[in-house]
């Protein structure tokens, strides 16, 4: 039978290495598995994290391996490509940095044996991704393993495979499951057993053939239902040689069928089921991607408490154990491949290796609803042929691989809805953020009309949306601010939006967790993406965190906003208190300040600010507690004053009926006196963005899209070094155009 031990101990690790060495050199650092190169300088800003090849090697006596005729090793993920070798034989090469592969190094082992990794996350023109917005770790993050399984085998290493398919099919109340497996080596006269077993370990369905292929019948299906009852099977098979077990392999699954349909949305075992959820990144301050199971039951944990019965797992294959968690929380999957930002002319072959591997190692997930083919990747250049034909077999792929499953693809917001790119797979969903990087947060809703009015027969769901907030407050926030409380209101005002349209299939927060992108140098931290309704170390739930636990969860709870916001200059204090209980009453030192409902869960009490105010909320069984201080001036602590803020929102004027820089670029358009000035004083002193589409030069859909953006906000994104009172005397002069 095969065993497995895990290799993560102490392995000799040395960057900016690209050729084996005929042994470890006593000077190079150790590190234990998992493990990454990019965990401090991936997450520090500057866009300059150090990609290259660098090297593991371990040594191992052949007595130390598992017992097996043929020995493999496995690689759960190795960041961006890997070459294997064993005692100085080269015996794999694989790109793809998310997903597992598996090598055979039999041949090549003696009674010591070195094994040596070289990784790559170097730049090139071939392997995904290339350009996006989060950090691109080197390493093996996922750790190694070793296999020891007979000479005749069950196949788990064609593209990384778990060995079983299990691929269940609904009539009723009763099930039809296909078991589909596949042998490695000699299997003349082989018999195969297969054997299903419900959640209790109790046999329900088995047989013995030597087929590759059964079908097993389940009477009285117990139904995999989301969170509310997130059932699972397990499947069993067995290679019998002369009636002994000589090699077996068990995976899980779940008996669930569901629709996407264009009018009532996501329909779970024929119940609408809206998906409401979060998108996740995998990453960690310090550890980067190279995680642990506690972490990601972590965040399992906390996704599950806000409420959300979906997961969008961006943008690339995540580890096993996320999607094992998934099926038994119940958590609803959207699973994809980095094809993301730009389209690159050599990467076709690449995109559909990914793709293949991401369904054949995760085509048993109960959880997995739907295939991602790709990430906004008309972001920077609008649609070719070259990219159109890749999708398009890309989506063939993905439906011959897995006809059980639809496809989906996450449109960046400024692609026309009558494009090709939107109509290729079999629903899909558009990144909107009206009311971050530009437009308003009102804009949202009537988006979603104006395409299902046009194409009522295609599904449309939301896969990204959000804001950043790090901690700073504000009692009147602003777009592009990075308050917690713009943050907190935007949210407030698109949840009615989207959770209203039972039409929308899915909608996807961007993010629950702050993440890293090293390129960024927004918000006053670098290098982090701050959208996330969790802190990046996941010690802090912002309060947009509880609007959405709010509408979702049925746990009951109350929350007082601006927990972090003491000292406020207003009175009184506007104070939000989010919970799912139809009444709260709030009382400012003792003294209740009522009672008041709320259908939308988002109660607004206006709190005299003087001295200092302890407050409590009670809602039910439910309490919290907060505290405010009145002060005669803003705490310059709250106000964001990085090196990219010129101004500060408090310092632009702006006079009624005319223009400011608190005016977006669409708006100025329209006076020729504003636009001129506008373009000539600042427009024409930003930084200009180099990238695939030519030096200085962007795609339509950025152009559009820069129409949204007000003048400071475009400064402060570009970080353009613009003199202090050069602003405020072209703020001045807009003050005197009037608006149209």
Known sequence: MRTTISLNRKWAFRKDVSVPPEKIDPAWDYVNLPHTWNGIDGQDGGGDFWRGTSCYMKEIPKAELPAGERILLDFPAANASADVFVNGRKLAHHDGGYSAFRVDITEALAEQNLICVLTDNNVNDRIYPQNADFTFYGGLYRGVNAIGVPAAHIDIETDGNPGLHAIPKLMGDRAEVTLRTALIGDAAGAVLRYVIRDAAGKTVAETETEAWEAVLPIERVHRWHGRKDPYLYSAEVTLLRGGEAADSVCVRFGCREYVIDPERGFILNGEEYPLRGVCRHQDRPDLGNALLPCHHREDVDMICEIGANTVRL?????????????????????????????????????????????????????????????????????????????????????????????????????????????????????????????????????????????????????????????????????????????????HEQIIPQFFSRPFVWATHVWNMFDFAADGRSEGGENGVNHKGLVTFDRKYKKDAFYAYKAWLSEDPFVHIGGKRYVDRVENPARVTVYSNQPEVELFANGVSLGKKQAENHFFYFDVPNEGETRLEAVAGPCRDESFLRHVDTPNPAYILQDEGMVLSWQEITEAEGCYSLNDTLGDIAKSEEANALVAGEVLAKLPQRKGPVGDGQESEAMKEMRKSFTVIRLIRMTRAKMDKEVLLDINRRLNEIRKP
């Open 314 to 490: 961006a943008h690339y294959q995540h580890d096993q154990v996320f999607y094992d968690l998934c099926d038994e929380r119940g958590l609803v999957v959207w699973a994809e491949i980095p094809y993301i930002s730009a389209h690159m002319d050599n990467g076709r072959a690449n995109t559909l290796s990914q793709m293949t591997e991401l369904i054949r190692q995760n085509d048993n997930h109960a959880s997995i609803v739907v295939w991602g083919l790709s990430n906004e990747v008309t972001m920077m250049t609008p649609h070719s042929d070259d990219m159109v034909e890749n999708h398009h077999l890309l989506n063939d792929l993905a439906h011959r691989l897995d006809p059980t499953r639809p496809t989906t693809m996450a449109c960046v917001s400024m692609c026309p809805i009558d494009d090709p790119m939107a109509h290729i797979s079999d629903v899909v969903s558009y990144n909107l953020y009206f009311g971050w990087y530009g437009g308003t947060v009102d804009m949202n809703g009537p988006w979603l009309d104006a395409w299902h009015e046009k194409y009522p027969e295609t599904p449309i769901g939301v896969s990204e949306y959000g804001a950043d907030a790090l901690n700073w407050h504000s009692g009147q926030p602003h777009q592009g601010d990075y308050s917690e409380e713009y943050e907190a209101w935007y």
